[in-house]
């Protein structure tokens, strides 16, 4: 909620409140009030924000997938990512998955054509992040510490250290080559057996590894 107050005494007398204002509409309407006088009640949701992360890619569409199928479906919220693979403003539940699909891998240039996804309350969204997503209940709410474990597991099974978040840690911006290779090599893995429409299903051999507490050696050609 938006509130103008234009006499300055934040009595509900002299205050004005505003629906669902954007900011250009508070620019235009503080012609008539000082700015001093302006100000925000509650909360504004602004919407979710991170960055889609397999080398950054570019103009992928992120959306929740709320029937769990990794398709954008109608009334599904998106959003697009901009020129370093960062979104914002993404509407929509953290309850619901993140799905990232399509764009440009701006390190190779070339198509994004494999499918990534994240818990809903993750803010990147990368190969490992997918693995995470696949350790999770399928169906239902997956609770905040059945997503830490799940979370922790890849983290262990891919030998990063202790205190590395594979659901929030950009690992280009950070400059974390063990977590950048990591996820690199679930790229590469995914890719070089089909990848596209396959990743989901890769992905998922990948999460039942885990679930199996088996080591995940993608250099070893019996694991893959």
Known sequence: MLRGDVD???????????????????SASM????????GFEGTVDLGAAGRVIDGYVAGATVFRDVNRNTQLDPGEPSTTTGSTGAFAGLGGSLNDPLVARGGTDITSGAPFTGVLQAPGNATV?????????GL????????????????????????????ISVLTTDPIATDNAPLLKAGLQVAALIAGVGGGANG?????????????????????AAFV
């Open 136 to 163: 999770l209940p399928t169906s239902g709410t997956p609770s905040a510490s059945e997503i830490a474990t799940a979370a922790d597991r890849v983290r262990a099974a891919f030998g990063l250290p202790a205190g």
């Open 125 to 133: 969204v990368t190969p490992l992040t997918t693995l995470v997503a």
């Open 31 to 38: 012609g008539n009030a000082p700015a001093a006088f302006w």
């Open 8 to 26: 300055g005494n934040w009595t509900a007398a002299g205050a004005q409140i505003l629906e669902n204002a954007y900011f250009g509409a508070l």
């Open 200 to 220: 989901p299903a890769i992905a998922a051999r990948l999460s039942a590894a885990l679930n199996g507490n088996q080591a995940i050696d993608l250099t070893s």
